[in-house]
């Protein structure tokens, strides 16, 4: 099932009809729905090929929900060695920069948004990042919960890493943005405690504008995802408070309520 022109910002000046914020949440609560939000061509032909597989050859009593767009822009061939992190969920799309020090993930529509995001930390603030391409923050979650009852209900067993926390070790701070509201990418704060998880959604009402204002409405937009990564490096007491006000003011940031209670 192909959701098209998904996500509240890709479809800009057609009205309110297409304004999709919510199907992701609502495709994880469907136990055989398996959701997906591809950035690119290459993913959603990986995807499409692997659910083919499992659905007409393997016979799995599953059905896949893919998120597709309208907007034109380039798409990068995806190495092989991605393609694991595809049907999981997430892989590394880039660094920016040599040792990254916070960890950027962008899902769909948003995914260019969060890339921009990295090459402004870099060189505007002297910031390096990852980059991470989210597939699906559903099926993320559902491995990693699965993971978390075999712990508890095998205690003695040896203790398993879900990929999701395999992929982003360590301690760096992680701002995950999404085309959808922010329940959507929340479902992965849990497995990753004690981490600095900032969240970025298009809670709010529908609007019908361009793609760039949209974004910059619903703070999805490369400025709000960089000063989030600055914020929350401050907030893990890796860069100093001087740092934020340089990016706020860097990025023309003004204060104002938040989309959902404009």
């Given at each position: 099932?192909?959701?098209a022109?998904a996500?509240?910002t890709?479809?800009g000046g057609?009205?309110?009809?297409h304004r999709?914020?919510?199907?992701?949440?609502v495709a994880?609560?469907v136990?055989?729905?398996?959701?997906y939000?591809?950035a690119?061509?290459g993913?959603?032909?990986i995807?499409?090929?692997?659910g083919?597989r499992r659905?007409?050859?393997?016979?799995?009593?599953?059905?896949?929900y893919?998120?597709?767009?309208?907007?034109n822009?380039p798409?990068?061939?995806?190495?092989t060695?991605?393609?694991e992190g595809?049907?999981k969920g997430?892989y590394?799309?880039?660094?920016?920069g040599?040792?990254?020090?916070?960890h950027?993930?962008?899902?769909?529509a948003?995914?260019r948004e969060?890339?921009?995001?990295?090459e402004?930390l870099?060189?505007?603030?002297a910031?390096?990042s990852?980059i991470?391409s989210?597939?699906?923050y559903?099926?993320?979650?559902?491995?990693?919960?699965?993971?978390?009852?075999?712990?508890?209900l095998?205690?003695t067993?040896?203790?398993?890493?879900s990929y999701l926390?395999a992929?982003?070790?360590g301690?760096?701070p992680?701002v995950?943005?999404?085309?959808?509201?922010?329940?959507?990418?929340?479902?992965?704060?849990s497995y990753l405690?004690?981490r600095?998880?900032?969240?970025l959604?298009?809670?709010?009402?529908?609007?019908s504008?361009?793609?760039s204002?949209?974004?910059?409405?619903f703070?999805?937009?490369?400025?709000?995802?960089a000063l989030?990564?600055?914020?929350a490096?401050?907030d893990?007491?890796r860069l100093p408070s001087?740092?934020?006000?340089?990016a706020?003011?860097?990025?023309?940031?003004?204060a104002s309520?938040?989309p959902?209670?404009r």
């Amino acid at each position: 099932m192909l959701g098209a022109t998904a996500g509240r910002t890709t479809l800009g000046g057609e009205g309110l009809q297409h304004r999709d914020g919510s199907s992701h949440l609502v495709a994880a609560t469907v136990p055989n729905c398996r959701a997906y939000d591809p950035a690119f061509a290459g993913e959603l032909a990986i995807i499409f090929d692997h659910g083919a597989r499992r659905m007409l050859e393997e016979g799995r009593d599953e059905f896949y929900y893919l998120t597709v767009m309208n907007e034109n822009y380039p798409h990068p061939s995806i190495p092989t060695a991605a393609y694991e992190g595809v049907i999981k969920g997430i892989y590394r799309y880039a660094t920016c920069g040599s040792v990254a020090v916070v960890h950027l993930l962008g899902a769909g529509a948003i995914l260019r948004e969060v890339i921009a995001a990295g090459e402004w930390l870099e060189r505007e603030m002297a910031i390096s990042s990852e980059i991470w391409s989210v597939t699906s923050y559903s099926e993320l979650a559902r491995e990693a919960a699965a993971l978390e009852r075999e712990c508890r209900l095998s205690p003695t067993a040896p203790r398993k890493i879900s990929y999701l926390a395999a992929c982003l070790s360590g301690d760096a701070p992680i701002v995950a943005a999404s085309d959808y509201v922010r329940a959507v990418p929340q479902m992965l704060v849990s497995y990753l405690p004690n981490r600095r998880f900032v969240v970025l959604g298009t809670d709010g009402f529908g609007r019908s504008d361009t793609r760039s204002v949209l974004r910059e409405f619903f703070e999805v937009d490369c400025s709000s995802i960089a000063l989030a990564a600055v914020q929350a490096l401050v907030d893990s007491r890796r860069l100093p408070s001087m740092r934020l006000i340089e990016a706020a003011s860097r990025l023309g940031a003004v204060a104002s309520d938040p989309p959902w209670q404009r």
